[in-house]
Nanobody, 124 residues
């Protein structure tokens, strides 16, 4: 069993930055692929990016390329999402998810464990 707890969300002005963290319990964190998803208000959940256990990332959601960076620290059982140059359209609840596989997935159903989500609001 893996438990995920996100933190780092909040209210920020457009152009600002936030770093989301996702702390995982469980001794096998380092073998899991980890993903970030987001759900904008009134919209469906969308995949943002994922990271393999060795640290290489998947492709990013087009709208965040060049602005967001995923990373992980297996010693701390934590995955991060650095978000720069934030835009109002980045406003969403952000979720981290864990997949019991070294290979990441891109869909909700690919992931086995989910955090509770953290709200990110970007004001214009």
């Amino acid at each position: 069993q893996v438990q995920l707890v996100e933190s780092g969300g909040g209210l920020v002005q457009a152009g600002g930055s936030l770093r989301l963290s996702c702390a995982a319990s469980g001794r096998t964190f380092s073998t899991y692929a980890m993903g970030w998803f987001r759900q904008p208000p009134g919209k469906e959940l969308e995949f943002v990016v994922a990271i393999r256990w060795r640290g290489s990332s998947t492709e990013y959601l087009d709208s965040v390329k060049g602005r967001f960076t995923i990373s992980r620290d297996n010693a701390k059982n934590t995955v991060y999402l650095q978000m720069n140059s934030l835009k109002p359209e980045d406003t969403a609840v952000y979720y981290c998810a864990a997949r019991d596989s070294s290979w990441p997935g891109y869909k909700r159903s690919d992931y086995d464990y989910w955090g509770q989500g953290t709200q990110v609001t970007v004001s214009s």
